[in-house]
């Protein structure tokens, strides 16, 4: 059935991502090679989601609208994000046992949606917001 | 020649014609490191107080005032700086009895200062390149990441006692949750694995190395994995953000590994960082505190993870952020915090953080438009020349004179 997801979604850095980085931040290049989830074929067809639609990916920490990329390989439960100001957004800062702070691995909620990618002055108002 | 700093490989053979600024023709630059050329007209920063722009003096200035009378201040970045830079930022934090951090605190730190107190074998990259018949990638995809990793040393090129290269002398093993594409590399050598399996796959390796059936679901692949490893006649491991993220932090059980590999044959472990001088800063402070990050200069040297950007921010008072963007990858609730503090933001181009600070000082462009010293990620010393005319300030000279200021 459609609907929404509870995924546990891993951070990556990606080649294509890294240039666009060096380019600026601010550029839609950067905004297109970060702003993305991968999903499982199977989990994506779950939730009734096509490649390059959008979805809200929601967390106790916070929520972004990023592009929706169906892998090749399988890898059910799981999703892979690149790290970036908008994977950010989704992490609670909290310590693990170790004492590292969590940047690579959290939980969100995740559904299809419509509207736009949340851009990234978006992200700096809510960073500024007191 | 010239130098990349695109990444903590500072590629050394770089052809690069250029017009001005802009770069006309390049010879061995990666994607990465194109990007990192290009990036000289992209986006530069500006001297700013407040968000208004005034000249380079009044930066310098007002930057000193932000950090000035100030109780609990955190330096923090450095990864990015030379090596001048970063021993002037260590002398500034003593000046003002402040914190100094990098990002290694929320990375990799704990592998690096086990490398530096000799507790973790470490070997260069050129005897990877010349001796290395097993490289392991952890947690760690180079291929995206330093995107030369594996064509200058660590697979592809022949060396001295490998001749053959990779297609029969070298093996690629990549332990990860995704298959990146450096684990499409090493096609047959990729062992997946869940997220946050990286300690079961440790305990697997173990047994296995000790000829023990591990309890995995294929066993006979992973007996086969500790007789290859048992076998290597020089072994390398390349960890990655995902390694020391995936063990939470308590790397014991890695380094235990690394232990009994070392019981069986040789394996050097190398941290595949992240800014072009990670290693400097760490090797830097280490020389200097014995501690590669955290550490506070309030009453002599104090270290612990109080320190550390993650719990700092709680309590201090003023941030001075040196070359990186701490903004973009910190934790919603932290970058909050971040935001909330007096900032001086001292780099090459504007990123979140900078945007965020009350003052910004513009520096140059290491190993393009100055020179200066870092330490490779394997922990070779490089020294790379300007190569373009530019009017920004050397890292080194901008915190010294804020330190003069203070
Ligand atoms: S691998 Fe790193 S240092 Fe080498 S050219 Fe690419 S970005 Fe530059």
């Known amino acids: 059935m459609a609907g929404k997801k509870e995924l546990t979604v891993v951070t990556y850095r990606g080649i294509f991502q890294e240039v666009e980085e060096a380019l600026g931040m601010y550029s839609d290049g950067y905004r297109d090679q970060s702003a993305l989830l991968e999903l499982d074929g199977g989990d994506a067809k779950a939730m009734g989601l096509e490649d390059e639609k959008l979805i809200l990916l929601e967390t106790a920490s916070g929520r972004v609208v990023v592009t929706a990329k169906v892998s090749e390989d399988p890898h059910p439960g799981i999703a892979f994000m690149p790290a970036s100001p908008w994977s950010s957004q989704l992490l609670s800062g909290e310590v693990g046992e170790g004492g590292l702070m969590e940047l690579k691995r959290f939980s969100a909620t995740v559904t299809p949606t419509e509207g736009a990618v949340t851009s990234i002055e978006e992200i700096v108002e809510r960073i500024r917001a007191a | ?406």
């Open chain 2, 1 to 406: 020649m010239a130098f990349c700093t695109g990444c903590s490989l500072l590629c050394d053979d770089i052809e690069v014609d250029f017009e001005g600024a802009k770069v006309k023709r390049t010879l061995n630059l990666c994607r990465k490191g194109r990007g990192h050329y290009d990036s000289l007209l992209v986006d530069r920063l500006a001297p700013a107080v407040d968000g208004s722009l005034v000249d380079i003096d009044e930066a310098l200035s007002s930057a000193a005032e932000v950090l000035e009378g100030r109780e609990k201040i955190l330096l923090f970045g450095w990864g990015n700086s030379t090596l001048a830079a970063q021993k002037a930022g260590i002398e500034l934090a003593k000046k003002l009895g402040s914190v100094i951090d990098d990002p290694s605190s929320y990375s990799q730190g704990l592998i690096t200062e086990k490398v530096l107190k000799g507790e973790l074998p470490t070997c260069t990259f050129d005897d990877v390149r010349n001796f290395a018949d097993v490289s392991i990638f952890w947690g760690d995809d180079p291929s995206s990441s330093h995107p030369r990793h594996l064509s200058r040393f660590s697979y592809y090129p022949r060396g001295e006692k490998r001749q053959r290269g990779y297609e029969e002398d070298r093996e690629a093993i990549v332990i990860d949750v995704r298959k990146s594409p450096t684990a499409q590399i090493a096609a047959d050598g990729f062992f997946k694995i869940s997220p946050g399996g990286d300690a079961d796959f440790i305990e697997a390796l173990m047994a296995a190395l000790g000829g023990k059936i591990p309890k995995v679901e294929d066993k006979k692949r992973m007996l086969n994995l500790g007789t290859k490893l048992r076998k290597a006649k020089f072994g390398a491991i390349f960890t990655g953000l995902g390694l020391a993220h995936s063990l939470g932090g308590d790397l014991d059980a890695f380094f235990s590994l690394v232990g009994k590999l070392n019981e069986l044959t040789r394996f050097s472990v190398i941290p595949t960082l992240g800014d072009y001088n990670t290693r400097g800063f760490n090797q830097t402070l280490f020389d200097e505190a014995g501690h590669v990050n955290s550490v506070s200069f309030k009453d002599g040297v104090d270290h612990g993870p109080e320190f550390g950007i993650a719990k700092y921010l709680d309590s201090c008072d003023a941030v001075m952020v040196v070359g990186s963007d701490p903004t973009a990858v910190l934790p919603a609730p932290l970058a909050k915090k971040l935001a909330g503090m007096p900032m001086v933001a001292v780099g090459t181009h504007r990123t979140l953080t900078t945007d965020g600070a009350d003052v910004t000082v513009p520096i140059g462009v290491a190993g393009l438009e100055v020179g200066g010293t870092a330490l490779r990620t394997d922990g070779v010393k490089v020294e790379f020349d300007a190569v373009v005319d530019s009017d920004y300030l050397p890292d080194v000279e901008v915190i010294e004179r804020i330190m003069e200021a203070v």
